[in-house]
């Protein structure tokens, strides 16, 4: 990812809420390693999904569609992986899944951020969506 970029969504991150540039990082970090653990896994209807605090840097990045769709051109295929909420929160283990699948596609977990896990639940599961 290009320098510039990632300062920008620092940057956005440290706008929007009251993080400093560490731990707009943090989050920042946590929000691509889910995403292109998505894009990794597409197809698969593995029902991934973030915490409260990493679905943050995930909206973060979606955001700036431009390079979003850059993004899932070089890491997906040429696919765009869509962002499909759902309203009700689950409480089924799917966010901690997910952090254990992010770990084993190589990322490094930064665990207190993915605290929240039982207050989250798979954006539309058993799709192609985050």
Not at 31 to 58: C, F, Q, W
Not at 88 to 94: E, H, L, T
Request: a negative charge; one cysteine or more.
């Amino acid at each position: 990812m290009p320098a510039e970029l990632w300062d920008k969504q620092v940057g956005l991150l440290m706008r929007d809420y009251p993080y400093d540039s560490v731990m707009a990082a943090r989050v920042l970090g946590q929000g691509y390693a889910y995403l292109l653990t998505a894009m990794n896994h597409r197809g698969e209807s593995l029902g991934l999904a973030p915490s409260k605090l990493v679905d943050i840097g995930v909206h973060t990045i979606i955001l700036d569609t431009v390079a979003y769709a850059e993004l899932c051109e070089k890491f997906n295929g040429g696919h765009f992986l869509h962002h499909v909420p759902k309203i009700d929160i689950k409480n089924d283990g799917s966010v901690m899944k997910t952090a254990h699948i992010v770990t084993a596609d190589g990322w490094e977990i930064d665990l207190p951020l993915w605290a929240d896990a039982a207050e989250c639940g798979p954006c539309h599961p058993g799709n192609d969506s985050h």
